[in-house]
């Protein structure tokens, strides 16, 4: 009887450590740093959608800095009422 030799696959295995999002507020001591942090962050996603000629660029807007805050409050929120009933936070 013949011994066929069976094939060796080699496996990869990744592991995903997922981080809470509010770790991110807890990083950086100054309010400001972590709102335009955040904004710079908003920007870099939303390029990542758009074509090379329709990215922003240059100084941060006033707009990103408002939508960036209201991100962190959000998040803040969410993290402070997680176990709330009231489903309308």
Request: proline share 0%; charged share 35%.
């Amino acid at each position: 009887m013949e011994v066929i030799n069976s094939e060796k696959k080699k496996t990869i295995i990744t592991q995903l450590l997922r981080k809470g999002k509010r770790n991110i507020i807890f990083r950086y001591s100054s309010y400001v740093k972590l709102v335009r942090i955040t904004a710079w962050m908003k920007r870099f996603l939303t390029n990542l959608k758009r074509t090379k000629d329709q990215r922003i660029t240059g100084n941060l807007q006033f707009e990103e800095i408002k939508i960036a805050e209201r991100a962190l409050l959000k998040q803040v929120q969410i993290d402070a009422f997680n176990n709330e009933e009231d489903k309308r936070l």
